[in-house]
């Protein structure tokens, strides 16, 4: 049976709403020394919004009612934006035949005789539809934070979609307290690299990975384990599930997807970041006892 310093610390953790649910999560969170946290859903809320449309030629609403069919299907946060946007300005998309998601990157869908591509400037790059003409305005609107997505139809771009997200409150507070207790955070992303500065900068993280596709997430927390490092990682989405199983200790956050939760081994259930550090003190004060 379990000692019962662990037992009280997990009795304790409980009352703050965080589960801990592995040995790792008493053993090894006391011993990380670096914590890699995901930016969209855990350091933000994950509920990003569409802010401003910008057209090549053609209207807001023809772009947007284009992206949204597109997008209709897509259960990304980014993608039930853009639907949410068209529905608000009381738009009816057109019907989609085909779809096909590239995680990370974005959506191809296929409306009526046009193939249609909605997703980060990066996948309209290797797709060469060329943005060249809505460049400084990408540039412009991601040192602003946004998340940017290009629409485009038939190998042409048509326009941008820019979506922002609220920072968690508590982020800021919490990411001091984590580096106050010895550890350093270290945002990984899948977002574009001048967004998740503005969002690191604001909350105080200097080491970012931004651009990270979904397959790489668990290579860099692999590569941040060399020397022995111990390693947390803090996430909430599908994409993150490798990243938290590969990681000494996974950290869900409560309202994450399922298989984020199922690879964790302490779930936030109170899904504010302040229990970052509060779980860690609770992992050194029950072992500490012990030894
Ligand atoms: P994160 O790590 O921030 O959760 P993802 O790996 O899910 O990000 O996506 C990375 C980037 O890929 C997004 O910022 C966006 O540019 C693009 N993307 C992914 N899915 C979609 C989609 N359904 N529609 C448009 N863009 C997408
Ligand atoms: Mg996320």
Known sequence: SAPLSIVRGAGEAAGRGILMRTGEAFQGYRLARKIVLDKTGTLTAGRPVVREIETLDGSENELLALAAAAEASSEHPLAQAVVQAAFEREMTPPDVGDFEAAPGKGVIARIGDHEVVVGSPRFFD???IDLS????????LEAAGRTVIAVGRDGRAMGLVALGDMVRPEAGPAIAALRKAGVTPIMLTGDNERAARCVADEI????VHAGVLP???AEIVRDLQKNHTRVAMVGDGINDAPAL????VG???GGGADIAIESADIIIL???LDALAEAREISRGSYGKML
């Open 270 to 272: 109170a899904n504010r």
């Open 251 to 253: 950290i869900a956050m």
């Open 215 to 217: 397959h790489e997430k």
């Open 204 to 207: 105080g993280i200097d080491e």
């Open 126 to 128: 290797e797709r060469a």
């Open 133 to 140: 003409g809505l460049s400084a305005r990408v540039e412009a």
């Open 245 to 248: 199983m590969q990681a000494d």
